[in-house]
């Protein structure tokens, strides 16, 4: 037995949602960078720490001199 018409495009147009819903939850959920604000705080906190400890270094090396 086949199909009719109707259920063939009503099949269709399931499959095509349901790839539309995929592909909107693929591109929501990306990770395109960090986006949270724990995490931006964390990598300007990481970054202060490396800056301070740079400045540290170079106060060493000059008080050898």
Known sequence: M???RDT???LCSLAA???IVV???VAVTAR???TSTAE???REE???LRIEREE???????DRR
């Open 32 to 34: 395109i960078g960090p």
């Open 17 to 19: 949602a349901v790839a």
């Open 8 to 10: 063939v495009q009503l």
């Open 23 to 25: 592909v909107a939850v």
């Open 40 to 42: 931006l705080d964390a």
């Open 56 to 62: 540290e270094r170079r106060e060493a090396i000059e």
């Open 2 to 4: 086949r199909p009719s």
């Open 46 to 48: 990481r970054l202060e």
